[in-house]
């Protein structure tokens, strides 16, 4: 099993920017590709951005390319996502998870580890 925590959430302007992290522990050698997803009230979840565990290779949502940032720290088991020039859009719960499979999708449901979510708020 792998545990995902996630922190860093908060209210913010437009405009502004955070950084959530998502610390792994347990079989983390287990997951080959790790992802944030975002869900908004009535709205189903969505893939933001992924990157694999070894390696560059990033993948990211058209509607956050070139503001949101995803990287990784081995060495610490921990995930992150850079984000700005948030829009009130952007307000949603947002998740960290884990894949095993090697191969990239936007599936929330094909992920295998998740998180407990942290909530970000841009206001208008």
């Known amino acids: 099993q792998v545990q995902l925590v996630e922190s860093g959430g908060g209210l913010v302007q437009a405009g502004g920017s955070l950084r959530l992290s998502c610390a792994a522990s347990?079989?983390?050698?287990?997951?080959?590709?790790m992802g944030w997803f975002r869900q908004a009230p009535g709205k189903d979840r969505e893939f933001v951005a992924a990157?694999?565990?070894?390696?560059?290779?990033?993948y990211y949502a058209d509607s956050v390319k070139g503001r949101f940032t995803i990287s990784r720290d081995n060495a610490k088991n921990t995930l992150y996502l850079q984000m700005n020039s948030l829009k009130p859009e952007d307000t949603a719960v947002y998740y960290c998870?884990?894949?095993?499979?090697?191969?990239?999708?936007?599936?929330?449901?094909?992920?295998?580890?998740w998180g407990q979510g942290t909530q970000v708020t841009v206001s208008s």
């Open positions: 998870a884990g894949r095993t499979r090697d191969v990239h999708t936007t599936t929330p449901g094909e992920y295998d580890y």
């Open positions: 347990g079989r983390t050698f287990s997951t080959n590709i």
């Open positions: 990157i694999r565990w070894r390696g560059i290779i990033t």
